[in-house]
């Protein structure tokens, strides 16, 4: 674990893994909610947290480099279900590197409970991880220009769906009709670090 300085009151702790980022993430967030820790923002990414609002980061650094941080406990709270079409123009493409055939891609897919890693890309994007890594699989060679709003996508060890129209990469293997992003709703993101997700399927094509 790495902890370096952001400005006069932020850090921005660096682990060696996406489970061990989740872990940490739990911690402070277990921390702060017992009042043992004052901060303003903690922000979970791929390998990293940041820490915003810090009265004395470097204390707080010393601490954290020199302590094991617990395992992430179980998740916990309701999960948020979202009803999805698998029939995305790439569901061929992810059938052939998993070895299965389309409708079991969407089978695999529906079977499997997600957390909500971090956020990130758009308002209301999450990166979804749950997926055995063998099915993790390759950004598109050529990314599209314009990818629709609601499309489920898969990349590398991570599931996500594209909250509104915009440039990708990612493959995509179907169509989810839920609002993940609305600045009239609190909170504004259907989806947050920690939240468990599962796709419903309403049919496929």
């Known amino acids: 674990m790495r902890a370096l300085p952001v400005g006069d009151d932020a850090l921005l702790v660096e ?9 940490l993430h739990a911690e402070l967030l277990r921390r702060r909610a017992q009042g043992s820790l004052s901060v303003r923002e903690i922000v979970p990414a791929a390998r990293t947290v940041l820490l915003d609002g810090l009265a004395d980061p470097a204390r707080l650094a010393s601490e954290l480099t020199t302590s094991e941080v617990p395992h992430a406990p179980p998740r916990a709270g309701e999960v948020v279900e ?5 029939d995305g ?4 493409d ?5 070895g299965v055939s389309p409708p079991e891609v969407a089978r695999i897919h529906a079977d499997t409970e997600f957390s909500v890693a971090f956020c990130g890309f758009a308002p209301g994007f999450g990166y979804l991880t749950g997926l055995p ?3 993790d699989v ?23 769906v594209y909250p509104r129209s915009s440039p990708g990469g990612w493959q995509l293997i179907g169509t989810a009709d839920a609002v993940l992003w609305d600045h009239t709703r609190v909170p504004a993101a259907l989806l947050s670090p920690g939240t468990r997700v599962r796709f419903v399927p309403v049919g496929c094509s």
């Not at 682990?15 to 872990?23: F, K, M």
């Not at 979202?82 to 698998?86: G, H, T």
């Open 15 to 23: 682990v060696a893994s996406g489970e061990e980022a989740r872990a």
């Open 82 to 86: 979202l009803p999805v079409r698998y």
């Open 89 to 92: 123009p790439d569901l061929a």
């Open 133 to 135: 890594p063998r099915y």
């Open 138 to 160: 390759p950004r598109r060679a050529t990314p599209r220009t314009a990818v629709p709003a609601g499309a489920v996508a898969l990349a590398g060890p991570y599931t996500g």
């Open 94 to 98: 992810v059938a052939a590197h998993w």
